[in-house]
Every structure is written in C-alpha cells, then in structure tokens.
C-alpha cells in the first residue's frame, strides 16, 4: 500500500497551553487534526464552563484561518456542584471533565487529594452524562513511580467503576499492561487513550546509555511486556481503545535541566507516527477507527466530514521547532518514518 486516505482524526488528549506558544502548538495540530480534546492543566486550570468558553475563543482566534475545532474540558475541582456540570452537559464546546490527582504531573497542584470526597460529584456527572478524564496515576510519594498506574487502578478506578457503572470514563495514557487488562475486562463505559510515546518507547529508551530527557513524561514509561501489550491493544480493533497523543510542549531547556519537566511534543509528526508503528504491526487496516472513530463515538460526536493523506514516502523529522526564540525537540527528533502527511 502506497496511499492511505482515512477521515480526518481527532486528537482526544492534548495541551495547547497559552500565551506565545499557543499559535504553534494550535498550527501544528491542525494540519493532522481536525478536532481535538484540550487539556485545562493552564497555570490558572480551566475550572468553570465561563473560563473554558474563554480558553476556547482564544484558541478560535489564534487559528481563525482553518477549520481546526477544540474540545474543551474543565479541570476537576471539589467545588464543582450540580449547576456547573449540568452547564457542561448543555455545553457545545466542553466535553468532558479531566481530574488530576494533585501533584502528580505539570500544573496539577490544583488537583484533587482524596478521590472518595469527590464521589458525589461522580455521581452528579454520571446523571447528566458527563465524561470523567482521568490521569491515573496514584500520587503517593511512597509509591514507586513505576508502580503508580496500577496502584491508583487498585485503589480507586476499579471502585470508581463499580460505583457509578454507567460514568464514562476516559483512562488517559496507559502506559502499563495492567491498564489495558484492566480496560478490557471492564464494562464499555471505560475507553483508554494511547500516545506514541507509550507505544514507540520502553524505559530503556529513557534511563539507558545516557538518560534522555526528551523522552521523560507521565505516566513514566514503562517496560518493554507493557509497551507491547499496548500495541496489541492498540491495533486490536477493540473501540476502548483511541488515540490521544497528550503532546505537551516544553522548551528545550525546560527539559535538559537538573530538574526537567515533563511532557513529550508529538503534535506536528503525530500522524506519520502512528501510521507507521500501525505499518510495521500490520494493522494499517485498523488506523481510521483508532484514529478518527472510536474517540469520536465515545464523545458521541459525528465523524469528521474531512479526509487525510498519508503517502509511503520516507519523511525525517526535524532535529527541532524552533518558536521565537525558543526551541522543542520532537518526539523522534531526526528519526526516518516511512510515512509522510500530504496534500489531499
Ligand atoms: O508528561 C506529561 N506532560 N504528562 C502529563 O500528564 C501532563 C503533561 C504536561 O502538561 O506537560
Ligand atoms: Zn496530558
């Protein structure tokens, strides 16, 4: 095959972030997407349907040249009541609501601490059919980094589950096999997003000969079984399975520091990423529904009307973005792909 045309993707989990960066980051994912779910982790989170309507028009005007739709999502606070998430369920523009444990990734000191107050809020958002993103990951101190995806699926997404089974719920990133038996074993109100970075990279990549830390993010990246078992599910058909590419720029310095941030920025080659690990499991047949269906029925929203080109044709990633005066490395810098973005 030289030539896949599939409708256009959305982009179920990303950060745009705001001031300068923000043109950037919204031009690099419009040429790939044509919708995509944007994360509320700003300096000063998203936390009302008024600041998200805000948040959406500055995004509007900074691509106001393309198609390019956001859709919103409001970060989870304790004092969300019954008024706030039923102006979320008459929403247009948000379409979910994405809970952070607190500390646990960037700008999440916000978040929220003990999971079992925030119950009645679950169950206000399972009434009005509100989807709950989750960053899942346990954000005990005393918890091994690499342990905390399944202490957190242990200690409170499966009670989570149990307790409210018609919630639906977004497990953001897997990065463990455990997250993905835990999917599929679970009722179909739970769907998963996956990145590339998660299904292109094991820890070695990070931590061995010489750590790399353009490749730290989280959730962490795991080992090589849990790389593999989430290409499985990646290519496995299943519809709990979608992608979300949680591109998350940080300047280069920000990253090459003593205490580096973390997030990876896949944005603008996400497409050539996916279909070529899509490629080399055999399974460019299962690409559309990944890309720009399964995330689409979850979020009950129509398919796009748009289409996409992929053509086979040897595409290098750029060493660098360079923005102002700043610069990111790319998820890949400098690899070969065998699959480029092309005109329709
Ligand atoms: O690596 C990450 N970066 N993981 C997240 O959950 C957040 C993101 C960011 O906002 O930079
Ligand atoms: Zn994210």
């Not at 591109?247 to 920000?254: E, G, L, M, T």
């Not at 992929?310 to 660098?320: H, V, Y």
Request: glycine share 4%.
């Amino acid at each position: 095959m030289n030539e896949l045309i599939i409708v256009k993707p959305d982009d179920m989990h990303l950060h745009l972030r705001e001031g300068a960066i923000l043109k950037y980051a919204c031009k690099d994912t419009a040429k790939q997407f044509g919708r995509a779910i944007v994360m509320p982790n700003l300096k000063v989170p998203i936390t009302t349907v008024n600041l998200a309507e805000k948040y959406y028009q500055d995004i509007k005007k900074v691509i106001s040249n393309s198609n390019f739709e956001p859709l919103m999502t409001l970060f989870f606070s304790g004092s969300l009541n019954n008024d706030e998430i039923k102006k979320v369920s008459d929403s247009k523009v948000v379409h979910g609501i994405k809970l952070y444990p607190s500390g646990v990734t960037t700008n999440s000191d916000n978040g929220i601490d003990t999971i079992e107050k925030c119950f009645n809020i679950f169950e206000l958002m399972q009434e009005h059919e509100v989807p709950l993103l989750i960053h899942g990951e346990s954000n005990d101190k005393a918890v091994d980094i690499f342990d905390r995806e399944k202490v957190f699926i242990d200690k409170h997404l499966s009670e989570i589950n149990s307790e409210f089974p018609d919630l639906r719920i977004v497990f953001e990133h897997i990065s463990t096999k455990d997250a993905v038996d835990f999917v599929v074993g679970t009722n179909n109100k739970i769907c998963a997003t996956i990145t590339p970075q998660h299904l292109l990279l094991d820890r070695n990549d990070l931590l061995s000969d010489g750590i790399k830390p353009h490749h730290y993010c989280l959730p962490i990246l795991k080992r090589s079984e849990d790389r593999l078992a989430i290409i499985e599910a990646a290519v496995s058909g299943s519809q709990k399975f979608f992608l979300g590419t949680d591109s998350a720029p940080h300047f280069r310095h920000q990253k090459e520091s003593s205490c580096g941030c973390a997030g990876i920025y896949s944005a603008a080659y996400a497409m050539e990423l996916y279909t070529s690990i899509f490629e080399s499991e055999n399974a460019l047949d299962k690409l559309e529904n990944f890309s720009s269906k399964f995330g689409a029925d979850f979020y009950k929203l129509p398919y796009s009307k748009s289409k996409i080109k992929l053509i086979k044709k040897e595409f290098r990633i750029p060493a660098k973005i360079t923005i102002e005066n700043e610069e990111i490395i790319p998820l890949f810098a400098g690899e070969t792909l065998s699959w480029q973005l092309s005109e329709i």
